[in-house]
């Protein structure tokens, strides 16, 4: 909420001035009844034409007024709801990417994408609509009841009782049936469920002949959730009769009162029917607040669940800056005694790592899943902050370098191969926006691509979002080219070749020693047969450094490496001589 | 346009009677009670007007205003029921409606072709299932209701005008058109600005998707500025436009609220008048009569609003309903086979006699091919990513039939039985695992459900994943996540294994794994394959050389094309791509260390 007041205070002056008009507009309505009652008894009671002409006359006039001071009303509650909720949204997009890697890995994508569109949709119609309403409708309620008074009080009096019953009424269905509702909701979820689940495994499920025990299953599961809707229908369909019972029986004790009074002689018929009005305004404004309150209370949720986002502040903060000179003979990539645990995790993903490389040399990583390879490896561009432990970069201390300027010095091509909507072109711009053709048709052909991308067009061949008119093996080779493009310092490839068959993989690996511009290159691998020939390789085992070395050294000192080795290439050996 | 929408159009028709049609008493019923409801409610305030005439200053006809009020009583609580009764059947309609629409249309995407479904996006197709169904069942039936108790509203009050007087129901229907003409022409306007919000929307949304999506590659490349700067100006245009949507689309209410208020009025003034002149005549103009002529013209212009609404949502509805119904509508699997042929007691000698195959008619995939495959005999494919040896499996299993040629089991044409037949023949371990929701007992079980626990945990002891199982939150009990989430792929394809071992099939499809198991599960997983390829016809799709060199025929693929085909030995010496890629992969180990390295390690 406090997020949201952060916001909308920019537009202050739209969100005050929204609601005053709405309540301007809804005082002329209230007056409506009193110059009906008017035109009764003093135009109709006196048969004075010009009186009855007059006062019709001012209903237009109001009406037109009204009118005036509604479209007002609208405008600046359109302004502030949409002005506030865009303003959001750009802060929330701009947050986000300053999110680190361990911050995004708590929140996950999926959420971050549904608080940026659906949730904020929903806070722009719940602002929207309560600066409309929200003061609007309480106003006629209570308006109506103290004109009634003013009227006729003791007929009024029939007011105080009818506005708590429709009240219970009205929010006590509301709040019986919302707990169903998100009942309805749970189980609609399970039933879509089942249909992604039947799309996605159509292959299996017919490969074992289950349609139609499936399709057997899916009429039950959908059969729970008509049940389930059939009640909270039997109960949301209350709401409408109950209200009209409530208001009509309410009219006739009104009118009860009033004929005892009129007879009297204390009320005329023109007050009576005018508190007959004003009965029939509660009605429709009340059901309006209810309709109201449910929107405003999804709303708060769900400005609430946007302030969540905003409140995780980045635990890496962005900086930029020169980068700091290397010092000479230093290490290119220097870890000591390094551990990482990721946050919320109960054990460490990375312990007690030491090795360095020097500039120009190929380290090589390899280890089983989990073995904490790509942890390791994004530490290196400061993807998270090493627990324990200092890396440096260059001679440097990693947090003694300006995040970016180190991020620019680095090319990664990434274990899940990501590409965005645009063009060839526009993916390589990302590594280096100043890049030339010539440049990226270099990277192209370093990473074995070129003949494929020429093939589509060329560097302006289209690339559909997340890259899905390429096969894996093209997004791999793409997105080693985009890390090449960028002439780094460090070349990082985070097993960015396993799509690809051995012969690809063998000269893309060339390619890359032969890079003129000479970079340290990190390459993860879960195959031997990609790193033998690296200067050094390190082996890691559930987070440990088990063993560093030359291919034929770690052959005799290492275990793992050995098993790894032999479990990808003895049989072969033994069978195929 | 027209003519190309009209047919699916009414095909459309046709599906919502058919829907409908089951539950024809209930909409009888519904229609019954929304013409009682509607006279009902229109009745009412006829009787408050003449209670409003009993009153007068000292001689209230007292008896007369009690019974009256009795009558209104009664008639509230018959029209409460009546519209309760109303309300809960159209959502009975409309719940029962979209269940029936639901299940059909499930039940019909599971004998879709595969190719439907390989062309069409999961989301696309649940969208469809659930979303479109939904908007078009509430669209619908509430949109048909609700219009249908606006049009009786609208006449009912005017018929009711024209009794109480002729004059001003007519200067009532003359003014309409002009509330009906601004709504109109608001709506015109708002609807190009609602087709432009949405566009926008769907932009940002792309946006959006993308750039937080993959927010790690655009860190990893410092690339933040610039995605914020696309984003801000996707956000700055939807704004402008939203706000324009928002502002024009609020307008119809205030101004036709203002177009009734003249209405209002206009009619004021003229019962007014009328009373006055009408003092003392025959047929007075009573204040009770023009209450009640005021209280109509309320209700007589309110359905004007709702009716243009409600006609918008009905497009809509339709729409959605033309996307269901044409799902429903996709061909599904031809029936090929005659009644009575089945395949018994298989052997699992497998033939493949001049098959062609492709999946469009201007890039022909597979090509003559023929292959002719012993009970028990081990097929090995191999080559680059993406070369096909999917589509090969799509033949052999019968997602896709094949265009030209035959495939043949113990002689048998595969097409000439049962698609049920020829699959169950076969197990499968695909390389993408598919797990179902639900426990590791139920997914191991999926094949044969009669598997006794026993039976399941052997199976699970085999292929090393009875100490993983074990291991979890609640053994085998514990249910699975959508996908398997919770597990590594190298352990759920440990769990397709063992639920192929548990269903003791004929024959054999596998997908071995590439990269995304660690090479110690993937020890246990091959040792797993070898066991379930003991014996048994298989076609794997080979990553590891073990399998390729000791499979009794290899066929060597290539964008699409057989290009090879013999035993190792055989392709070795021929020297053609095959030994290629052997090399590619090995050409290491000669180099650097010979077999017999490798065993002094030991």
């Known amino acids: 909420m406090k997020t949201l007041f952060l916001y909308l205070k920019r537009y202050r002056k739209e969100s005050v001035l929204g609601p005053l008009f709405k309540l301007l507009e809804a005082a002329l309505e ?149 707990p169903l509702y998100r009942k309805v909701q749970k189980k609609l979820d399970g039933v879509v469920l089942s249909v992604r689940e039947n799309l996605t495994g159509a292959r299996v499920i017919r490969a074992y002949c289950k349609e139609e025990e499936e399709t057997e299953a899916f009429r039950q599961k959908h059969e729970e959730l008509t049940r389930l809707e059939h009640r909270v229908g039997r109960l949301s369909a209350l709401l409408n009769p109950l209200t009209y019972v409530l208001v009509n029986a309410a ?212 690339v559909t979002q997340g890259g899905t008119n390429l096969s894996g093996g093209q997004k791999q080779r793409l997105s080693v080219a985009r890390a090449i493009v960028r002439h780094p310092d460090i070349l990082i490839l985070d097993d960015s070749s396993s799509a690809l068959d051995y012969a690809t993989d063998a000269a893309m690996r060339q390619a890359i020693r032969d890079l003129p511009f000479r970079p340290t290159v990190c390459i993860v691998s879960q195959r031997a047969a990609s790193l033998m020939h690296a200067d050094r390789i390190l082996v890691l085992d559930e987070g440990r450094l088990v063993g560093q070395g030359t291919h034929a050294e770690l052959l005799d000192t290492c275990e793992v490496y050995r098993e790894i080795y032999r479990s990808q290439f003895e049989q072969v050996g033994g069978d195929a001589v | ?111 879709l072709p595969l190719s439907y479904l390989d062309a069409h996006p999961t989301g696309e197709t649940v969208s469809r299932v659930i979303t479109d169904t939904d908007t078009f069942a509430e669209g619908l039936l509430l949109g048909f209701t609700q219009m249908f108790t606006g049009l009786l509203t609208i006449v009912g009050t005017f018929i009711c005008m024209l009794t109480i007087r002729v004059e001003i129901a007519l200067l009532v229907a003359l003014l309409t058109p002009l509330s009906l003409f601004i709504a109109r022409f608001i709506a015109t306007r708002t609807h190009s600005l609602f087709r432009r919000q949405a566009q926008t929307q769907g932009e940002q949304t792309a946006c959006i998707d993308e750039m937080i999506g993959q927010i790690k590659t655009v860190k990893a490349y410092g690339y933040e500025a610039s995605a914020c700067d696309t984003f801000r100006e996707v956000n700055t245009r939807l704004g402008d436009v939203s706000l324009k949507a928002t502002f024009f689309s609020s307008l119809v209410n205030p101004t036709t609220r203002f177009v009734n208020s003249v209405i209002y009025a206009a009619v004021a003034l003229s019962g007014a008048l009328l009373t006055i002149t009408s003092v003392g005549s025959s047929v007075p103009f009573t204040i009770g009569s023009l209450t009640a002529l005021l209280a109509y013209v309320n209700q007589y212009t309110k359905p004007f609003n ?86 090969l499996i799509n033949l052999l299993m019968r997602f896709y039939d094949v265009k030209g040629g035959a ?41 044969r459900p009669e598997a006794t626990e026993e039976e399941v945990m052997e199976a699970a002891r085999i292929v090393h994943a009875h100490g993983f199982i074990t291991r979890m939150k609640d053994g085998y009990a514990t249910v699975l996540d959508e996908g398997g989430g919770q597990l590594s792929a190298g352990q759920k394809q440990l769990l397709a294994i063992a639920r192929t071992l548990i269903c003791r099939p004929t024959m054999l499809i596998l997908d071995e794994a590439t990269s995304s198991i660690d090479t110690r599960t993937e020890a246990y997983v091959s040792e797993a394959f070898d066991l379930l390829m003991k014996g048994r016809t298989s076609f794997l799709v080979a990553h590891r050389l073990s399998t390729v060199v000791g499979a009794d025929c290899i066929l060597v693929m290539r964008d699409g094309n057989i290009i090879e085909q013999g035993t190792h030995a055989e392709l070795m010496e021929k020297g053609g791509f095959y030994r290629t890629l052997y090399n590619s992969q090995f050409a290491h180990i000669a180099s650097i260390t010979s077999a017999s390295d490798v065993e002094e390690c030991k």
């Open chain 1, 30 to 178: 209230l007056i409506v009844p009193l110059i009906v009652a008017a035109i009764i008894d003093g135009g109709i009671g006196t048969g004075d034409r010009a009186y009855t002409v007059r006062m019709c006359l001012y209903l237009v006039l109001f009406g037109l007024v009204g009118l005036a001071f509604s479209l007002t009303a609208q405008y600046f509650a359109a302004k502030a709801a949409v002005g506030c909720v865009r303003d959001m949204r750009g802060a929330l997009f701009t947050h986000i990417s300053t999110l680190s890697y361990s911050d995004l890995d708590t929140l996950g994508a999926s959420t971050l994408i549904t608080r940026m569109t659906s949730d904020a949709r929903q806070v722009q119609t719940g602002v929207n609509l309560t600066l409309r309403l929200f003061l609007r409708s309480p106003f006629v309620v209570f308006g109506a009841m103290i004109m009634a008074f003013t009227v006729d009080a003791p007929s009024a009096l029939t007011f105080t009782v009818l506005i708590p019953a429709l009240s219970i009424a009205v929010f006590g269905i509301m709040l019986l049936s919302m």
């Open chain 1, 251 to 462: 009219i006739v004790w009104l009118l009860h009162i009033g004929a005892i009074r009129v007879d009297s002689g204390l009320l005329t018929t023109g007050q009576v029917v005018a508190l007959y009005n004003y009965m029939s305004q509660i009605l429709v404004e009340l059901i309006k607040l209810a309709d109201l309150i449910v929107t405003m209370t999804r709303s708060i949720a769900c400005a609430g669940r946007i302030a969540a986002i905003f409140q995780t502040s980045s635990s890496m903060p962005m900086t930029d800056g020169p980068a700091p000179t290397a010092i000479d003979g230093a290490p290119a990539i220097e870890f000591s005694h390094v551990s990482l645990r990721y946050p919320g995790a109960g054990d460490d993903s990375l312990t007690d790592v030491s090795f360095s490389v020097q500039p120009g040399q190929v380290l090589g990583i390899i280890g089983g899943t989990g073995s904490g390879k790509s942890t390791l490896v994004n530490l290196i561009p400061r993807l998270y902050d090493a627990t324990e432990g200092t890396i440096r970069i260059d001679g440097h201390p990693i947090d003694a370098w300006p995040t970016q300027a180190l991020r620019r010095r680095i090319g990664i091509a990434m274990q899940k191969a990501v590409l965005f909507r645009g063009s060839v072109r526009d993916n390589l711009a990302m590594g280096d926006q100043s890049a030339t053709d010539e440049c990226m048709n270099d990277a192209l052909r370093a990473a074995q691509i070129k003949d494929i991308i020429d093939e589509k067009g060329g560097l302006d061949a289209p």
């Open chain 2, 1 to 111: 346009m027209k003519t190309t929408k009209n047919p699916l159009r009414k095909r459309t028709w046709g599906h919502i009677f058919h829907h409908l049609k089951p539950h024809a008493p209930l909409v009888i019923l519904s229609v019954l009670c929304a013409l009682g409801t509607t006279v009902l409610a229109l009745y009412v305030p006829l009787l408050f007007g003449q209670a409003i005439d009993l009153m007068t200053e000292g001689a209230t006809d007292w008896t007369a205003l009690g019974s009256l009020f009795l009558r209104i009583l009664l008639l509230v609580g018959i029209t409460a029921v009546l519209r309760w009764c109303m309300e809960f059947i159209n959502r009975r309609i409309t719940y029962l409606v979209t269940r029936d629409i639901r299940t059909e249309v499930f039940a019909h995407t599971e004998h």
């Open chain 2, 306 to 391: 709702e009716i243009s609404g409600v006609i918008a949502e009905f497009q809509n509805a339709l729409t959605s309903a033309d996307r269901v119904f044409a799902l429903k509508d996709e061909p599904t699997e031809p029936i090929t086979h005659a009644k009575d042929a089945h395949l018994t007691d298989v052997r699992g000698d497998v033939t493949l006699d001049d098959v062609r195959f492709f999946y469009r008619p201007e890039r022909p995939l597979i090509e003559h091919l023929c292959l002719s495959v012993k009970a028990g005999e081990h097929i090995a494919i191999v080559g680059p990513t993406g070369c096909g040896k999917t589509t």
């Open chain 2, 407 to 447: 495939i043949r089991i113990d002689g048998v044409d595969i097409r000439d039985v049962s698609r049920a037949d020829v699959r169950t023949k076969y197990g499968m371990v695909l390389q993408d695992t598919w797990l179902k929701h639900a426990s590791v007992l139920e997914n191991l079980r999926y094949g």
